[in-house]
Each structure stands twice: as C-alpha cells, then as structure tokens.
C-alpha cells in the first residue's frame, strides 16, 4: 500500500497546525515539510522552527525535505528539532555519501533527492546508505507545478535500480501528484506519495486526501 506524505508547502500557515492535524485524521502517512534556501531553489520556506513547532502537534514521521546548498552543515539539526527523515539534493553537495552517514548516525533515515535532469547512476553507489531515494518530478522550488510526463520513465528505471541492489530503499515522488496520476506512479513502483495543492491547495483535505488514496490504491 503506498504511503502519501501530504506537504505543507500549499498549506494555510495561518493555521499550520490544524492543517497538519486534519492530515493526521484523514489518514495521512507523513508529514512532508519543505526546507528552501533562496539559493538552491528560487524560494524561501521554513526552517528548524517549524519543525520544532510541529512535533509536538503530531505523531506522524516529519518527512524534511531539505532544499538547501550544503546541507550537511544543518541536517543535525534539523534531527534534533524532531525530523524522522531528512532528504538532501545530490545537486546541493560535493558530500553526498557523508551527508546521508550523518544523517543516519544523528538518528534519522536519510534520504537522497535528484532534479529531473539529473543522471539517476547518482543513486547507485548510494542505495545501500540510504532509506529513501526522492524523484523530484517538477523543479524543485514551488507547490502547484506541472508534473513532468519524462518522470513516469524516470520513476520505471529507479525502480529497477533499487530491486537490483536495495530493495529496502522506499521511492518517494514529489511534484505534481494528484489522483490523476497516483495510480501510475504506484504502478511505476514509488512507495511514497508527496501531494501538496492536491492536499492543501483547496477544498476539505480529508476529501482531497480520501480522493487520492483511493486513486493511488486502484
Ligand atoms: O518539493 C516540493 C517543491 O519543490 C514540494 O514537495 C512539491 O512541489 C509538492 O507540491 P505539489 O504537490 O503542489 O506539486
Ligand atoms: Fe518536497
């Protein structure tokens, strides 16, 4: 059964919490936060703080996605402020393979996130440090973006590649998912769901939320 990670990013910060609850009950899986820079990505989100802000709200895994330049310099901390998983962008560091030991032995799973364009050879001499292999299937930076169709193909030879060396590893997509496409996703072998605006982008969330599990589980 796939897992869905509703992300925050579309959610009203206004009332982050009892958005982030509403996830909770309609049987989301994770929490996906989206960390931007402003450098790595054109965008600035959020932080530790919110982070911190959110464990005591839930108890579902806070999924951290972390686009930031060089982020072995924070993840610690960010597993500190209650992340269970952290992801990093291959793009954003010259330290991959010690960026995701860091993350592990600060207690967190590690995960590894790659750009559309970017060779997926990148997670081979990796699977077996990690836990979670992210396709992004937009540009990263942004909610409510186009998904990218040349990610479906992309998602097939992931797949391929995890049952070949780390069948433990989970695929996660993020960018553009919604109930139009989460059957084929699933089917294309990702075990993880990112919906942002799908979520959050309007209308009740346990509805949007009920819409897209019974899409992705058909
Ligand atoms: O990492 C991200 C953007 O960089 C977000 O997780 C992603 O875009 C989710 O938003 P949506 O489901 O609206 O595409
Ligand atoms: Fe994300």
Redesign the pocket.
Known sequence: MPLIAP?I??ADFARLADQVRAAEAAGADWI?V?VMDGCF?PNITMGFVVVEALRPVTRLPLDV?L?IVEPERYVERFVAAGADLVTVHVEATPHVHRTLQLIRSAGAKAGLAVNPATPLDWFEDVLGELDLALLMS?N??????RFIPRSLERLERLSALRERLNPEVRIEV????GPANAAELVRRGADVL?????VF?GGAVAENLRALRDAAQA
Request: zero cysteines; charged letters at 10%; a negative charge.
């Open positions: 992300s990013l579309s996906h989206d990505v996605h686009m937009v990263p930076g942004f909610g409510g973006q993020d960018g553009g998912v990112v919906a942002g605006s799908a982008g």
